[in-house]
């Protein structure tokens, strides 16, 4: 006669069997969460070396580095065949009828434009819009304005730029376009340029990513004249007076031997765990990001590209007490260095 008696688990032994399976699970989730975004700040960085190493021969072809953004001669389907020409002698002023150009555009020559390398897959719909996204609603977030003060799908002015955008430039190396009609104008910086300085090509800041915000209200214009208005074609910068150098007289015998430059103090920068947004005009670098692991609070850490190609993470307090922006504004004009106060 076959055996009735059949092993099988008691009620008291499944419970402890499902609890140390939920303990592992608690102990492993983190883990796992962890080295996702680990892998993602990783995309990121071979993400960022690759712009980088296209800005770099940007530069050989040039003998330059790319400015930040200008303002294209004619608006997207009135360029004749000539969609990334550009005239110095049309830079200055605010805002354009022909759109934004932006360094992600040049670099490509306004052809074979790789879209996604410019994004990261750490930041809300892996990049910030166009400042003019154009007709596609896709490209638009939500309640924002372009350039015009138009709502979506408004196609009036499309920028020459990716659709999505992660990366900013350093401001003193890759500058606006304001090239005429200011006191102070800026100027396109040659790779020589930073060659010479203290920190060299290898300590100075190429580009970084943008701070990732619900609808991107990090990259507001302001609650002004331009709200809603998403300003992602600017570039950044921790180096102190920003807009108003742009007033200053360029005569040197007026500035005389003084650094009229400096960084910005930690403290006035971002607090570790500070949470709070603050529009890209008032304190530019609070647009840099910081959702990279480790984190602390609110706080973490974030890519930098650096001027010879290579790139290394770290918070943004950490660069400008380094100083890692630059010895000097060299995108500006005129007596551009910095004054560097002496370390205790």
């Not at 294209?72 to 009828?97: C, F, I, L, R, Y």
């Not at 670099?107 to 750490?122: D, K, V, Y």
């Not at 331009?226 to 150098?245: E, G």
Request: proline fraction near 8%; charge should be positive.
């Amino acid at each position: 006669m076959p055996n009735r008696n059949r092993a099988a688990f008691t009620l008291i032994e499944l419970l402890v069997v499902i609890a140390i399976i939920a303990l592992l699970v608690g102990i492993l989730l983190p883990s796992l969460s962890s080295t996702r975004n680990e892998a993602r700040a990783t995309k990121c960085s071979a993400s960022l070396k690759a712009v980088a190493s296209g800005t770099i021969i940007y530069s050989i072809d040039f003998r330059v580095l790319p400015p930040s953004y200008v303002y294209p001669d004619a608006a997207v389907g009135q360029e004749g065949g000539q969609p990334d020409k550009w005239t110095m002698a049309n830079q200055g002023g605010s805002g354009s009828p022909t759109g934004y150009m932006h360094w992600s555009y040049l670099l490509f020559r306004g052809g074979g434009i790789n879209e996604g390398a410019f994004t990261c897959p750490s930041v809300q719909n892996t990049g910030a819009p166009r400042s003019n996204p154009g007709s596609n609603l896709d490209h638009w977030e939500p309640e924002q304005l372009n350039d015009g003060q138009q709502p979506a799908p408004d196609a009036s002015i499309e920028d020459r730029q990716v659709a999505r955008l992660a990366f900013t430039a350093n401001d003193a190396v890759m500058p606006r376009n304001k090239f005429v009609s200011v006191n102070r104008p800026y100027r396109l910086v040659r790779p020589s340029d930073i060659d010479g300085s203290i920190g060299g090509a290898s300590k100075t800041i190429l580009a970084t990513e943008f701070l990732s915000t619900f609808k991107w209200d990090s990259l507001y214009s302001g609650s002004g004249s331009q709200p809603n208005v998403i300003k992602s074609h600017r570039p950044v910068s921790p180096i102190i007076p920003r807009s108003a150098a742009l007033n200053e007289p360029f005569q040197e015998s007026l500035g005389g031997s003084v650094n009229r430059f400096t960084y910005a103090q930690v403290k006035d920068l971002i607090q570790p765990g500070d949470s709070t947004v603050a529009v890209i005009d008032s304190t530019p670098v609070n647009a840099v990001g910081r959702h990279h692991p480790p984190t602390k609070g609110n706080s973490g850490t974030v890519n930098f590209s650096f001027v010879d190609g290579s790139v290394s993470r770290s918070t943004v307090q950490q660069t400008v007490e380094k100083q890692l922006w630059g010895d000097r504004y060299f995108s500006l004009t005129g007596n551009n260095k910095l004054f560097i106060p002496p370390r205790n």
